[in-house]
C-alpha cells in the first residue's frame, strides 16, 4: 500500500517546518548547472507564513530574473525550504529536455493537510534573454524525477490526483499513474508510452485492494485507479470483468455506475 502512496509531499513538509523566529531575516535556497545559478529567498517564516518570496536567475554572473513570486496565500512556500539542511539539491536546476540548456524546478506546497503542491518551471529563452515559466499542478500528491526509459533525460513519475476523495476518504482513495516529460517549455502526459510500468502499477492497485477490501468502502477507491490504469493499457474489458468479480460492496450497481461515469470524465473512458 505504501508505494501506491507515495508521493505525500505535503505530509514530509509540514514535520519539516522551521522554527519561530523573533527578527526578519532572508532565507536563501540554491541550485546550480554550470554558469546557471538559481535561488528563491524568502523572509524567516513566522508561524508557518512566508512573505516575499524571490526568484532569481543568474547566468554567467548576469541576473536574468529576479521577481516577486505570486504566492496563493502566506502559507504558501517553496518546497525546498523545508528539507534537510544537509539536502544540496534544494533548488534542482537541471536539463529537462536535453538541449543543453538547464531548466529551473522550483517546487511549492500551498499548506494545509495535504493540498497542494506545484511546480514552476523556468527555460531560458536566449532570443529574447529571458526566462519563461510554466506551471504545473500536482495536487495533493507530488512527483519524483526519474529517467525511467534510461535515455538521460527524467521524466516526472507522477499520480492522477483527480482520484483524491473520489470514491472513499483521502487515506483510502487509489491513484492510476501518471508520467509527464517536460519538453521545450510544455509538460507533456506521456504514461501510455510505458506500458510495462502500468501494468506493474495495476497489479500493485490490485494488490493493495484486494488487502483492503474488507475494510471501510470495500477497497473501491483502489479498485477504481485500478482499472483507469487497465484502461490506459488497452484491457478496459478484461478490467471491468475483474472489478464486477471481485467486488462485494452491496452498493455495486451504483458504484460501478458511477465509476464508468467518472472514467469518462477523467478521459480514460472513450
Ligand atoms: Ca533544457
Ligand atoms: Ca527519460
Known sequence: MKNIRFFVLGLAVLS???????????????GQSGNVRAE????????????????????????????NLPQDSEYDRPIGALLDKNDQNKLPVLDLDGDKEPEVVADFFTGGAHCCTYSLIYRYDSKANQYKKVRQ??????????????????????????????FTSYATSGYPLQIWQYRQGKMIDVTRRYPKLIYAHAF????????????????????????????MLGQGEDGWQKVKQAYKGSDRNQYFAELRKFLRETGYLK
Open 40 to 67: 528563491i529567498s524568502y523572509e524567516q517564516p513566522q508561524e508557518y507564513q512566508y512573505k516575499n518570496v524571490q526568484i532569481k536567475i543568474v547566468r554567467a554572473g548576469k541576473s536574468v530574473l529576479e521577481q
Open 204 to 231: 500493485e492497485l490490485w494488490q493493495t485492494f484486494l488487502s483492503a477490501r474488507n475494510e471501510v468502502d470495500n477497497g473501491k477507491g483502489f479498485l477504481s485507479a485500478y482499472l483507469a490504469d487497465k484502461y
Open 137 to 166: 499542478e500536482w495536487g495533493n500528491g507530488g512527483y519524483r524525477l526519474k529517467d525511467l526509459d534510461r535515455d538521460g533525460l527524467p521524466e516526472f513519475e507522477s499520480r492522477d490526483d483527480r482520484f483524491a476523495y473520489a
Open 16 to 30: 519539516g517546518v522551521a522554527g519561530f523566529a523573533t527578527s526578519v531575516q532572508a532565507e536563501v535556497i540554491t
